[in-house]
């Protein structure tokens, strides 16, 4: 990891020091994101199964989750794994459906004219679940049960299909838990492009949606951010990069355990980006020292090592600064190992996922918690949130008004509307001020 003295950097040197790895995919993606979203919006399911076998290997299959489907995969997952995930399930579901947005009451702003704010769940969220070196089921849970916990009518889950052109037991039992019906065997630009149109394909149809969720490689990124800039395409939650973790540490932070967090995220992706950031130099030492022991037997070491060459180890005057630092950056991740982390946790304004103390590791965030683990990165956590239940409905405003608050009402909006040279507007307004 880059060490850096904070305190003697100027403005430039302090951006460099914040800044993302540069992105590593080509530039086909885009032209080749494009080719497949114009294929499928005219070709439609004859168009998905090209790309889909061309890419995946394998046509695209629907896996219906009856009960002989889910049993056969629990029985194939040790006990313990089977019961982790309902437990996770069950965390994930209870803080989602605790955090759901509740509608407002009625608000008089002028006698007889009232408003309130409603929610509304999507009719359609279509979930993107990863499964390129390892099947993301955690990821399946995280997406799936907001949803549930908002009353998203259709959620649509799409995943990569393995060589075989099966999909891993724990993915079978995992979209069990969360009441999943089916699940669609296809991944990539394909399957975005499936969502955002629809198609009809042997095993059924597959439903376009109103709002695509979920991480992804820099085609499906891609292709989530081409299918919302059609007209009339669908919305997305984010566009989600490379995983981010900045620690804070103190002078007393233990270093096995600082260490053991930094790698948790480095070995995600050699783009993966890990920072720690200190007041205390020798704190800084013991860490990094750490991180090489750890290191030896790591199973993705080599993945760990090219993220750390992207990492920072930053040292900074105090606390504060070290605050400062964080909400500059960004985070995903953030987590306080300090004396007294609560303290520090006010001070904080921009990340995606906050880590209170050293028992609280971003591990059980990234599995059982309860907070959904897709979370802003480069940056965008600076005016943007996690997903949350409230992602997946839409608010409404309410308005009612009587003839007297109409009468009392309309002559201002009448004339704010000729203000603005609007005279139709005006006129509407008038014609409830004579009523």
Not at 368 to 382: F, M
Request: aromatic share 4%; glycine share 8%; with cysteine.
């Amino acid at each position: 990891m880059r060490r850096i003295d904070w305190p003697s950097l100027d403005a430039d040197g302090r951006r460099a020091a914040l800044a993302r790895p540069a992105r590593r995919a080509g530039t086909e993606v885009p032209d080749t994101v494009r080719r497949i979203l114009d294929d499928v919006r005219q070709r439609g399911g004859e168009a998905v199964r090209d790309w889909a076998v061309k890419l995946d290997g394998h046509a695209p299959r629907r896996l219906i989750l009856n009960e002989e489907t889910v049993a056969k995969a629990r029985a194939t997952l040790p006990p313990v794994d089977a019961r982790a995930l309902r437990m996770a399930a069950d965390n994930i579901r209870l803080f989602h459906q605790a955090t759901r947005p509740e509608d407002s009451g009625w608000i008089e702003t002028t006698p007889g004219v009232r408003s309130r704010r409603v929610w509304r769940p999507l009719e359609a969220a279509g979930l993107y679940v990863p499964a390129g070196s390892a099947p993301l089921f955690s990821s399946l849970l995280m997406q799936a049960l907001p949803a549930e916990a908002a009353g998203v009518q259709r959620r649509v889950v799409v995943t990569p299909p393995d060589a075989s052109g099966g999909v891993h037991p724990a993915m079978i039992v995992a979209a069990a838990e969360a009441g999943l019906e089916d699940l669609w065997l296809i991944g990539g630009a394909q399957a975005i492009a499936a969502l955002t149109f629809g198609a009809e394909l042997e095993d059924g149809t597959l439903p376009a949606c109103d709002k695509l969720f979920g991480p992804g490689n820099a085609y499906v990124a891609e292709a989530k951010a081409q299918a919302a800039a059609l007209a009339g395409g669908p919305a997305v939650d984010m566009r989600a990069g490379p995983s981010e973790l900045l620690v804070i540490a103190d002078a007393d932070a233990g270093p096995e355990i600082a260490a053991a967090d930094l790698l948790s995220q480095a070995e995600h992706d050699a783009d993966a980006q890990v920072l720690l950031v200190s007041p205390s130099r020798g704190s800084l030492d013991r860490i990094l020292a750490e991180v090489e022991a750890q290191l030896v037997d790591l199973p993705r070491q080599a993945v760990a090592r090219a993220s750390l060459a992207q990492g920072r180890a930053i040292c900074v005057a105090d606390l504060d600064q070290a605050c400062a630092v964080s909400n500059l950056y960004a985070p995903e991740h953030l987590a306080l190992q300090v004396a007294e982390p609560e303290a520090l946790a006010e001070k904080i304004t921009a990340a995606g996922a906050v880590f209170v103390g050293a028992w609280t590791a971003e591990t059980l965030g990234d599995y059982a918690a309860g907070p959904s683990h897709v979370l802003p990165t480069d940056g965008a956590a600076r005016a943007m949130a996690g997903l949350t239940t409230a992602a997946f409905m839409t608010s409404i405003s309410i308005q009612t008004s009587t003839p007297d608050g109409a009468r009392a009402l309309a002559p201002i909006a009448a004339r704010l509307a000729r203000l603005e040279g609007l005279e139709a507007h005006a006129r509407a307004a008038d014609l409830r001020a004579a009523g």
